[in-house]
């Protein structure tokens, strides 16, 4: 069974640029939460999606946003990126609605210059 | 509201030495609780959970983990440790009719030969 994949890998945009992340859950899993990971912030919550609805949010602003399509594969989307958004943006995928295992991808490396 | 106290930021230990890594939790309701393991340039692994029962749990890799509902800690162990143990390891709560995980700063254990 694949894992979650999460593209591009690796990404450098400018400030001001938008950026938009995606994961694929491995199959059959239908939640999928998203993390920001930072050296100094550590590891924090953005959103979680089941079945296409949002179900719980982080404390990040309204330039974070994410969606959730039909066949269970997650976008986040930033925009106005800031230099402070530069980190690791990781996914996890669920098969359960109570998020009892989560299964997380390699991440996202986001570096905005 | 959850939160995550991983009490060690950094660990040293020699080889074939046991480790404790420690985690405290702050919850008013009934929690979940895990302990990841993160590699460099990696996403997290699940090294073990505790849902409900035993209040010791074994995880992958001979780690585990004890509950202390009293005490409000869960931490882990492992008897001996190797050179590829060295990583980071992160603590994370969620409550049992949520769908958020909070995951504690992390501790970085430094195996030494």
């Known amino acids: 069974k694949a894992g979650v994949t999460q593209t591009p890998r690796y990404l450098i945009k400018t400030r001001g640029q938008q950026v938009t992340l995606s994961c694929s859950p491995i199959?059959?899993?239908?939640?999928v939460s998203w993390y920001q990971q930072t050296p100094g912030q550590g590891l924090q919550f953005l959103f979680e999606?089941?079945?296409?609805?949002?179900?719980n949010k982080g404390n990040f602003p309204g330039r974070f946003s994410g969606r959730q399509f039909s066949n269970s594969r997650s976008e986040m989307n930033v925009s106005t990126l800031e230099l402070g958004d530069s980190a690791l943006y990781l996914c996890a995928s669920s098969a359960d609605r109570r998020n009892t295992e989560a299964f997380f991808g390699q991440g996202t490396r986001l570096t905005v210059v | 509201a959850q939160s995550v106290t991983q009490l060690d930021s950094q660990v040293p230990v020699f080889e074939e030495a046991p480790v404790e890594l420690r985690c405290n939790y702050s919850?008013?309701?009934?929690?979940?609780l895990f302990w990841y393991v993160q590699y460099p340039n990696q996403g997290l692994q699940l090294l073990l959970k505790y849902l409900s029962g035993s209040t010791l749990v074994k995880g992958i890799n001979g780690f585990e983990a004890e509950f202390n509902k009293s005490q409000t800690s869960f931490h882990l162990r492992k008897p001996s440790v190797h050179i590829s143990d060295t990583a980071e390891y992160f603590c994370a709560v969620s409550h049992t009719g949520g769908f958020k995980t909070i995951f504690g700063a992390g501790t970085r254990l430094f195996v030494k030969a």
């Open positions: 999606y089941f079945s296409e609805t949002q179900r």
């Open positions: 199959s059959g899993h239908r939640s």
């Open positions: 919850s008013s309701v009934s929690v979940y």
